[in-house]
């Protein structure tokens, strides 16, 4: 009895407290049936002409289709959705499934509706069922499903037509899946699916666009092989540029004079390519020959063109030339796009023209282009290299965040690197903590500009504190700013923590490179040791680490001060016999030793070669030859 009335109770309590239940069991299969069913048909339009019932008709239908979208949405798909199906008087066709698969419903919904369509008698799935489920399954992401689809429509023998395998080969390079898309090809293909230049053109425009294009030619051949299968300009641009990136830019530029010879015309992308590959050769004339070639067949210059033309007049030197083409492509009304505007207020940043780069800049609204990270980036780093006020770049950066554009690492990077080098240490101290207080992760670039800033500053300790919150945030850190920190250490007169230092950098699993290099040998001249700043330079060049004018500059130095001008002069003539020349610093290092050492003619000669190679005296070299004579003087005085 107690039993029976707590299971009694048991029972009304789950069905009290779980109304939507109570509700749905109570419902009968034909209240559900009735939700699909059409009222029936009214007096007045049983007297409607054949044409009107047929749109009736097809209205009704319309009807009966969004009422099973709706159950479909409701109770997913299940036994209610199946009866629907039958009360609506649904035949299950290659037509319905595709209907189906196209309702806006979750996408576990479709594929078992998909499973659910298979078993069904006197249906078999083809290939346009399965493209349409592999088509929504890459649309949603879900590439290991679509995958596992592909596989079953090629294991169930599935006609797959050269249409639907260049569909498929752009879905599996979309998914990053190239390996399994090459399998595939060459699987259909052995079922005797003929492929067409179409089809070969999703393969090829793949392999580019996964950076596969040493697979490319490959497959062109084999293409050319086919006997019915002919490249055609699509082929050719994506071969070309596959040549063009590779570096074997002579393959590039005969495909582009067999594509004239078969009767193709190259279109803008074609001309582009070679347009950057003539002038990444130096070729300028034959790159601006082949502007006025592409002109003369009505082939428009695109935005890219003018892209890839501004960019190589500017490399060539030619920077009026190639800001005269952007001025006279936005008079003639052709609409620049952000990255072309990017590259042309860099050329000009470059090239000093700080107030056209600021015309460029502020004339963007009149273009109907907005400016974006890349843009602002760009045109505070122009400031900066033009020695603007600091405080202008600071304006143009806080602009930036008022317009919504949110900086990046690198926005971060240039701000603190241009404070540091126009003394504004604590401003760039502070947006390093902005930049951490934003969550960027920490930028090495930055700490390395704030460490060099300090160390000239000879606040040692400081840049040393920032050394350390950026190896145990990153764990280690790039040999640039260890070389940075080692010349700190050795500056101070902290050798043997400058050597621990460069010593770290191959635990770490890096290579020391040049600037960790000449960085340990200046604190070892500094210390005096000669022989072990030498030594270093050689087993420097032993692990195939190139020593720069730098480093000879620093043993040369050393020489210079405390090895006697001997030794010096052996160095320096040994440098001019070298692949590594004398510059500036040079000359001027060994004539102060040659007028401290008194030694005059051998200065003058030195002078006199200087001048003939175009290097100037410098401060010290002048106060050197005027200590020198100042001696002299005094000596003859006495």
Known sequence: MIKMTVKSIASRRSISTMPFLSDRIKQTENEIVQMFRLSAPREDTRNLGANQRTLRKGSASRVLDERFIRILKIFKWGPDAEKALEVLKLRVDHRLVREVLNIDVDINVKMQFFKWAGKRRHFEHDATTYMALICCLSDCGSYGDMWKMIQEMVRMSVVIDPKDLSEIVRLLGKAKMVNKALSLFYQVKGRKCKPTASTYNSVILMLMKENHADKVFDLYNEMCNEGNCFPDTVTYSALMSAFAKLGHDNHAIRLFDEMKENGFHPNAKIYTTLLGIHFKAGRIEKALTLVAEMKDKGCGPTVYTYTELIRGLAKAGKIEEAYGIYVDMVKQGFKPDVVLINNVINILGRAGRLVDAKKVFEEMKLVNCEPNVVTYNTMIKALFDSKSSSYEAFLLFEKMKASGIVPSSFTYSIMIDGFCKTNRVEKALLLLEEMDEKGFPPCPAAYCSLINSLGKAKRYEAANELFQELRENCGSSSSRVYAVMIRNFGKCGRLDEAIDLFEEIKKTGSVPDVYAYNALMSGMVREGLIDKAYSLMREME???????????????????????????????????????KPDGVSYNTLLGCLSHAGLFEEAARLMGEMKSLGFEYDAITYSSILDAVGKIDEDDAH
């Open 542 to 580: 032993e692990n195939g680490c190139a020593a720069d004018v730098n480093s000879h500059n620093i043993i040369l130095n050393g020489l210079a001060k405390s090895g006697g001008p001997q030794r010096a002069m052996v160095m320096f003539e040994k440098m001019k016999r070298s692949k590594i």
